[in-house]
């Protein structure tokens, strides 16, 4: 069992800089791959990022490539998303989620899901 708790959004304006945070219990956490989504008011949740166990590979949605930075801490049992050059439409509730496998992109059928973090980026 993995219970992951996301942190650190909030209010910033456009062109800057916010780092989000998701901590993970249990001493399995460091076996995987863990992955932000997002999901802004009216819309469906989409994909932002993926790293794996090992933090050897990481993956981005086109919309966010340059500006993200995704990265963790096994020894924190922490994900962390650097998040750069922000733009309104980045606003939107951004979860964490673990899996014992690859990310799955689409969200569907990963294992464990965090309750999220509320960014909003102001024109």
């Known amino acids: 069992q993995v219970q992951l708790v996301e942190s650190g959004g909030g209010l910033v304006q456009a062109g800057g800089s916010l780092r989000i945070s998701c901590a993970g219990s249990?001493?399995?956490?460091?076996?995987?791959?863990m992955g932000w989504f997002r999901q802004a008011p009216g819309k469906e949740r989409e994909f932002v990022a993926s790293?794996?166990?090992?933090?050897?590979?990481?993956y981005y949605a086109e919309s966010v490539k340059g500006r993200f930075t995704i990265s963790r801490d096994n020894a924190k049992n922490t994900v962390y998303l650097q998040m750069n050059s922000l733009k309104p439409e980045d606003t939107a509730v951004y979860y964490c989620?673990?899996?014992?496998?690859?990310?799955?992109?689409?969200?569907?059928?990963?294992?464990?899901w965090g309750q999220g973090t509320q960014v909003t980026v102001s024109s």
């Open positions: 249990g001493r399995t956490f460091r076996s995987y791959s």
């Open positions: 989620a673990a899996n014992a496998g690859p990310i799955r992109t689409t969200g569907e059928g990963n294992d464990y």
């Open positions: 790293v794996s166990w090992n933090a050897v590979s990481t």
